[in-house]
Nanobody, 125 residues
Framework: QVQLVESGGGLVQPGGSLRLSCAAS???????MAWFRQAPGKEREFVSA????????YYADAVKGRFTISRDNAKTTVFLQMNSLKPEDSAVYYC???????????????????WGQGTQVTVSS
């Protein structure tokens, strides 16, 4: 059974950095891992995705140039390095794993099969 556990969230001042981690267990060879976020009163939105095979990365326009998604060599942990954080980045961040995701689905939450419990990120002075 696949389990995803996020960590690394917290409170940070505008302009600061955080690094989120998503530890995957019960891994069965997914196609994509991704980060989504959801702020209060808003829909869950795509942040970034990485393809397991090849390591191609994808980003939402709102975070491009500030966030970096990566994985460890054993492909069991996915990271999201978040720099130059803004108050509008505040949200619960979710890790997701897709077993059969194709490129056109990589930014759509319906393309993912497993989800973590989420970690809160708050950007405030």
């Amino acid at each position: 059974q696949v389990q995803l556990v996020e960590s690394g969230g917290g409170l940070v001042q505008p302009g600061g950095s955080l690094r989120l981690s998503c530890a995957a267990s019960g891994h069965t060879g997914s196609r994509y891992m991704a980060w989504f976020r959801q702020a209060p009163g808003k829909e869950r939105e795509f942040v970034s995705a990485i393809r397991w095979s090849g390591g191609q990365t994808y980003y939402a326009d709102a975070v491009k140039g500030r966030f970096t998604i990566s994985r460890d060599n054993a492909k069991t942990t996915v990271f999201l390095q978040m720099n130059s954080l803004k108050p509008e980045d505040s949200a619960v961040y979710y890790c997701a794993e897709g077993l059969k995701t194709i490129l056109s689905e990589a930014s759509n939450s319906r393309g993912y099969d497993y989800w973590g419990q989420g970690t809160q990120v708050t950007v405030s002075s």
